[in-house]
């Protein structure tokens, strides 16, 4: 039997083809997710002459990377058209207009798990809120070590697994159906990123909550940004009124001052490809492991 809660990229990509042009009035939570990474990377040493920003949406780190990075060549990379073609609107008038062949920025409609990048090009992968949207995070996190150079850095952050735990909840035994994603557990990616060959990996996590007057104003706010059910054990069709309501009275019994909680575990990782381990000769270490 297959995993309902597998995503379906397709249905994943039209999404957020369709919500390029709401997005940014929209994406509250992603721009000061985006803020509090930028932040951390101020305190990492790192010179990249590529900077891949995978998952670029319509560009909310751009600005602040090219300005952080002014030697460094950025690639925006999203699997929605709509989203990397907009990429460049947020850029100030110096950041489209410095010379050189094709300027700094580069936008690319591509997948996270199957990067259109060179083995070694880049010297740092940024990816603000893109894991979640991916159907082997293993792969994304392979690709992410493929494309990177010895001694570059991969930054990321995504949502754990009480993201939009009473939405959860409310839908819990209303249908059979599958409503909200399933998020991957800190630990876990702390794992899969050892397994996938980087070093010295660094994970953490906090808890944001935004608030609504109602389930209907979230779920407009989830739907304005691309974020809606793509789970392969989703509704066919779209819910009926009847469920909606059912769903709204289950919400209810969350509510705290007047507003209903939307919580969001947002999880940050950072870690390094190493580079090749050399002997006092200068030839490379292999290690050998009997079976």
């Known amino acids: 039997m297959s995993d309902p ?5 397709r249905l994943a990509r039209r ?6 042009t709401t997005y940014d009035a929209a994406a509250v939570l992603q721009n000061e997710i985006c803020r ?3 932040g951390r990377l101020e305190y990492i040493k790192v010179e990249p002459a590529v900077v891949l920003d995978a998952g670029s949406g319509t560009g909310n780190a751009l600005p ?3 300005e952080r990075y002014p030697r460094s060549r950025v690639v925006a990379l999203d699997m929605a058209l709509a989203m990397a073609r907009s990429s460049g609107a947020r850029l100030p008038w110096w950041g489209r207009l410095v010379p050189g062949r094709g300027g700094r920025l580069a936008a690319v409609c591509g997948d996270i798990e199957r990067l259109p990048l ?3 090009a880049a010297g740092l992968v940024w990816s603000n809120l893109a894991l979640q949207w991916m159907v082997e995070p293993q792969r994304a996190f392979a690709e992410t070590h493929r494309v990177l150079a010895p001694g570059g850095l991969l930054m990321f952050s995504t949502f754990g697994p009480d993201t ?3 939405l959860r909840a409310s839908f819990q035994g209303v249908d059979a159906h599958t409503h909200v994603h399933r998020f991957i557990d800190m630990h876990d990616l702390g794992d899969m990123l050892v397994a996938g060959g980087f070093a010295d990996p660094v994970m953490d996590m906090e808890v944001l909550t935004l608030t609504y007057s109602s389930v209907r104003e979230l779920m407009r ?3 304005a940004i691309g974020a809606r059910n793509s789970t392969q054990g989703r509704r066919a069709g779209l819910a009926g009124r009847t469920l909606l309501e059912a769903v709204g009275r289950k919400y209810e019994a969350f509510r705290r001052d007047g507003r209903l909680p939307a919580t969001f575990e947002v999880v940050y990782g950072h870690a390094w490809k190493p580079a090749p381990r050399t002997s006092p000769t200068g ?3 292999i290690d050998i492991k009997s079976r």
């Open 5 to 9: 809660f597998v995503l379906d990229k």
């Open 15 to 20: 999404s957020f083809e369709r919500a390029a």
């Open 36 to 38: 509090r990474m930028l």
């Open 64 to 66: 602040a990377l090219l």
């Open 118 to 120: 060179a083995a070694g």
């Open 164 to 166: 939009l735990k009473e």
């Open 221 to 223: 706010d989830l739907k």
């Open 283 to 285: 030839h490379p270490v």
